[in-house]
């Protein structure tokens, strides 16, 4: 799979995400979106039945995090779904990543892409080293954690475009990066601490942006999500 845009769908309804779906009906492009907890809780496995209707990939983002055997179950049940790209925690361990792996893939061997969460981006160093006793660097335990997704046999990871080239340098240029943080110059930064616009994200070896609040709370949605195309996948 090539360089893409993921938009986020961070929507409390279907509602609100039909309304702004229907946005993009005659673009020539249908965006691959990304369901997160919110839109998936309370709607259910519905709605990523009817978007994959309409021709959109879907990235579906539950970050599972449990013992293997209940992973395995969880990714089980997904794989019906047929989205394109999911993900679990890094922090469950090699097992319970490869428990996934095993869950999701279809009895032909193919499987959607699966991605793990090293440390979430509101987890600062302070925390890591009071809340959860972890002494290490924070960057060499996102690296550590990202070998671990590798080896279970996972396909990247989601991380800050800034680590995206530290990454394939230290775990292999194909495993994938995923980057969420995405700001163009004078957007609300709003709770993300480290942003870049898609061009740097694009130098910086990205293979996919996740782009929500520039381009949902956009004036203009398609012409921000074409921008975003332009400057990532083109240029
Ligand atoms: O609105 P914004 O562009 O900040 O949205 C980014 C999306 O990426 C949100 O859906 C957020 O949950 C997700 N995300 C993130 N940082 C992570 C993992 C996921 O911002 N580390």
Not at 8 to 18: G, R, S
Not at 64 to 73: E, Q
Not at 223 to 228: A, R, S
């Amino acid at each position: 799979m090539g360089k893409d845009v993921i938009v986020a769908l961070d929507f409390p309804n279907a509602e609100k995400t039909f309304e702004f779906i229907d946005k993009f009906e005659n673009f020539g492009r249908k965006p691959f979106v990304k369901i997160g907890m919110e839109l998936f809780y309370s709607e259910g496995s519905k709605i990523v039945r009817e978007i994959k209707s309409r021709g959109h990939k879907i990235f579906l983002d539950l970050k599972l995090h449990d013992i293997p055997n209940t992973v395995k179950g969880a990714m089980r049940s997904l794989r019906n779904l047929g989205v394109d790209m999911t993900n679990v925690h890094a922090s469950g361990a090699i097992e319970m990543m490869k428990a996934a792996v095993e869950g999701l893939t279809n009895d032909d061997g193919t499987r959607p892409i699966l991605i793990a969460v090293t440390q979430l981006t509101s987890t600062s160093q302070d925390i890591m080293t009071k809340e959860l006793l972890i002494s290490k660097p924070l960057e060499e335990v996102v690296i550590h954690y990202a070998r671990n997704a590798f080896n279970a046999g996972l396909n990247g990871v989601v991380c800050s475009p800034l680590e995206a080239k530290l990454i394939h340098d230290e775990v292999g240029k194909d495993f994938y990066t995923v980057t969420p943080g995405i700001r163009f110059r004078g957007d609300d930064v709003g709770d993300q601490a480290r942003v870049t616009d898609p061009k740097k994200a694009k130098e910086l070896g990205s293979d996919f942006i996740v782009v929500g609040r520039p381009i949902t709370k956009s004036l203009d949605p398609v012409k921000t999500y074409e921008k975003c195309i332009k400057e990532f996948c083109e240029e």
